[in-house]
């Protein structure tokens, strides 16, 4: 349990690295940036119900507050989270997604 866990953190947390490094270079990305005026929408798939409940709360918390925090900061593209139930079952994600 402690490994989904980690893997599910780790999994992330290079997610929400990957955006941030993404937005973070506004020379690089002044194209894409003015073609993102509405926002951007991000998915989340976290086992939200089910057996690990628990772990996929607190990661949908976690991402809600970092989404939060980012879309405060003036000139930030504003981002809006989606977010996706798995419910720890292999199957269902193809299916969410």
Do not use: E
Not at 39 to 67: C, E, K, N, R
């Amino acid at each position: 349990m402690k490994r989904v866990g980690m893997i599910a953190a780790i999994a992330a947390a290079t997610a929400l690295a990957v955006v941030s490094a993404a937005v973070a270079r506004p020379a690089a990305n002044a194209t894409a940036l003015a073609a993102c005026k509405s926002g951007v929408t991000i998915g989340m798939l976290a086992p939200i119900t089910g057996p690990a409940a628990s772990i996929g709360g607190d990661q949908l918390h976690w991402a809600q507050f970092y989404f939060t925090q980012w879309n405060k900061v003036k000139g930030h593209v504003k981002i809006k989270l989606v977010q996706g139930d798995t419910q720890l079952d292999p199957r269902t994600p193809a299916g969410v997604a």
